[in-house]
């Protein structure tokens, strides 16, 4: 894995792909979006779940960092952040058209992965 990774441009030891293995570290975002394209895999096979169960999940899944969506949609990249941290969607009609559309996710995919029964949409003047 660590000659392949060296392949896609990253640079790691064996030691530290085996803390990865056996859970002492977790994988940086581009580190596990390298694995997968490495493996010919979904992200979300490497992170163990079947479904995204909340933002970040979902995010990770589609292999976007929250600076590379929040920029898609339109959001600040920090508000977007606070955003996946409480697993509640609060952006306006133009940002949760944007999202649905990046994510190819319907309005009820996104309150499912949400937990969320509605969605209070702001319009910006």
Do not use: K
């Not at 530290?16 to 940086?28: C, D, F, K, N, V």
């Not at 977007?80 to 609060?90: A, C, L, V």
């Not at 499912?112 to 319009?123: E, K, R, S």
């Amino acid at each position: 894995m660590a000659q392949h990774l060296r392949l896609f441009g990253m640079a790691v030891h064996p030691e530290l792909i085996e803390a990865w293995e056996i859970g002492i570290l977790r994988p940086t975002e581009i580190q596990l979006f390298t694995q997968a394209d490495v493996l010919w895999c979904r992200t979300a096979e490497l992170m163990g779940i079947e479904e995204p169960h909340s933002l970040a999940e979902l995010r990770l899944s589609r292999q976007l960092t929250a600076e590379e969506l929040a920029a898609r949609i339109d959001m600040e990249t920090t508000l977007y952040e606070q955003t996946e941290r409480r697993n509640r969607w609060r952006g306006t009609c133009q940002q949760t058209l944007a999202l649905l559309n990046v994510m190819n996710l319907s309005l009820p995919q996104l309150l499912a992965v949400t937990g969320q029964t509605d969605i209070q949409l702001t319009i910006r003047s």
